[in-house]
């Protein structure tokens, strides 16, 4: 079983900036697709951003140049990094862990996000 843990949410004007951090129960960040997703009120989950390796992250074009998705095996954390905040980024953010060659799919808690206009 993999534990996954947000921090770093929290309540910012547009134009500002956030950075969320994820930490894994256990060594995977190396063997698995790491991703953030969020959710806003009344609507789906949606992808934000997934790093597959070090030189391998794919973003949503609705956060791409604005979010930096990072990793550090070492530390067994998984950031992302969240620039010129607009309102619609407002929701709640989850870590996501997908292991490589196996079915099996882990998440957080979740983080609260929220930009004031």
């Known amino acids: 079983q993999v534990q996954l843990v947000e921090s770093g949410g929290g309540l910012v004007q547009a134009g500002g900036s956030l950075r969320l951090s994820c930490a894994t129960s256990r060594n995977i960040i190396s063997v698995a697709a790491m991703g953030w997703y969020r959710q806003a009120p009344g609507k789906q989950r949606e992808m934000v951003a997934v790093?597959?390796?070090?030189?391998?992250?794919n973003y949503a074009d609705s956060v791409k140049g604005r979010f930096t998705i990072s990793r550090d095996v070492a530390k067994n954390t998984v950031d992302l990094q969240m620039n010129s905040l607009k309102p619609e980024d407002t929701g709640v953010y989850f870590c996501?862990?997908?292991?490589?060659?196996?079915?099996?799919?882990?998440w957080g808690q979740g983080t609260q996000v929220t930009v004031s206009s």
């Open positions: 790093i597959t390796s070090d030189t391998s992250a």
């Open positions: 996501n862990a997908r292991p490589f060659f196996t079915s099996q799919n882990y």
